[in-house]
């Protein structure tokens, strides 16, 4: 392989290095956006939330105040809130949430929810069970729906020397226009919307 490499002229050898470069930019731009989210899950970084399968399995003494904060991109025609603005929890004690979301327009509408932790160091000790935001969500006309988020902080909380002190933990939620699935979008057209 060394001797073909020689053989080659030095054009030949640039040509093949920017090739090679061109490729390995291609793949690593293909691959950014997934590395940086499971970055994000693993370390919490940005206010990303943990998941957890199960309960936690164990339950401190200890409290912390979870503050529910609701917003929507520009334009989008929801009305979206927390149900509660705040709760106390015991750490690692499961709770229920709930927002509610209601589309005031003639047609249905999809949307899909973002979210994020501050401060941004007890991300990875919030872990949701259930959560609406882990799938699209679809409203018809006129309808209101409320949506659950099952979730604990992680004991692990109090150990941890970025996030140890925590005494609030602010759960965002924004959510965004999504294309409509096709089966609402064709029985949309079936209706003659």
């Known amino acids: 392989m060394i001797a073909r490499w020689r053989r080659l002229s030095p054009t030949s050898r640039t040509a093949l290095q920017a090739s090679a470069v061109v490729v390995f930019m291609a793949g690593m731009g293909w691959a950014a956006v997934p590395l940086y989210d499971l970055f994000c899950r693993v370390t919490g970084y940005g206010g990303t939330t943990g998941v957890a399968q199960a309960d936690s399995d164990r339950v401190l003494d200890q409290t912390v105040r979870i503050r529910f904060d609701a917003s929507k991109a520009r334009d989008f025609p929801w009305e979206f809130r927390p149900v509660e603005r705040t709760m106390e929890v015991r750490i690692g004690e499961t709770a229920l949430a709930f927002y509610e979301a209601y589309n005031p327009t003639d047609e249905p509408v999809a949307g899909v929810a973002s979210y994020n932790v501050t401060p941004y160091g007890a991300g990875r000790h919030f872990m949701k ?49 999504a294309d409509l699935p096709e089966e609402h979008a064709a029985a949309t057209v079936a209706d003659g919307n």
């Open 129 to 177: 069970i259930q959560c609406f935001c882990f799938e699209y969500q679809v409203l018809g006309p006129g309808e209101r729906v409320s949506m659950p988020v099952s979730f604990f902080v992680d004991p692990d909380l109090v150990e941890d020397r970025e996030a140890a002190g925590t005494t609030q933990i602010t759960l965002s939620y924004t959510f965004h226009p």
